[in-house]
């Protein structure tokens, strides 16, 4: 059973940090590509940015590039989401997800359950 659990959301003050994780389990990622999202209230979700766990290959969308960097650690199996310069309009619950197919754009195929983040002006 696939599992990706989002951790390391919170309150932050504009202009600060903070790393997500998403811890994924029970296959193989190795051809996969981890998207990370977010959606705010009251609005669609959106793409934040993308790995390709085989290549280390990046994407970004272009409200993140800059701040927001995209890693991963093949041993602990999880990827991370480092966001730096938080502004308030980045505050949504941010998820975590995978797509068996190389490349960020297209359906994904397993979603995390979601962290908040929330950035205060």
């Known amino acids: 059973q696939v599992q990706l659990v989002e951790s390391g959301g919170g309150l932050v003050q504009a202009g600060g940090s903070l790393r997500l994780s998403c811890a994924a389990s029970?296959?193989?990622?190795?051809?996969?590509?981890m998207g990370w999202f977010h959606q705010a209230p009251g609005k669609e979700r959106e793409f934040v940015g993308a790995?390709?766990?085989?290549?280390?290959?990046?994407y970004y969308a272009d409200s993140v590039k800059g701040r927001f960097t995209i890693s991963r650690d093949n041993a602990k199996n999880t990827v991370y989401l480092q966001m730096n310069s938080l502004k308030p309009e980045d505050t949504a619950v941010y998820y975590c997800?995978?797509?068996?197919?190389?490349?960020?754009?297209?359906?994904?195929?397993?979603w995390g359950q979601g962290t908040q983040v929330t950035v205060s002006s």
């Open positions: 997800a995978a797509r068996k197919e190389l490349g960020y754009v297209g359906l994904y195929d397993y």
């Open positions: 029970g296959r193989t990622f190795s051809s996969y590509t």
């Open positions: 790995i390709s766990w085989s290549d280390g290959r990046l």
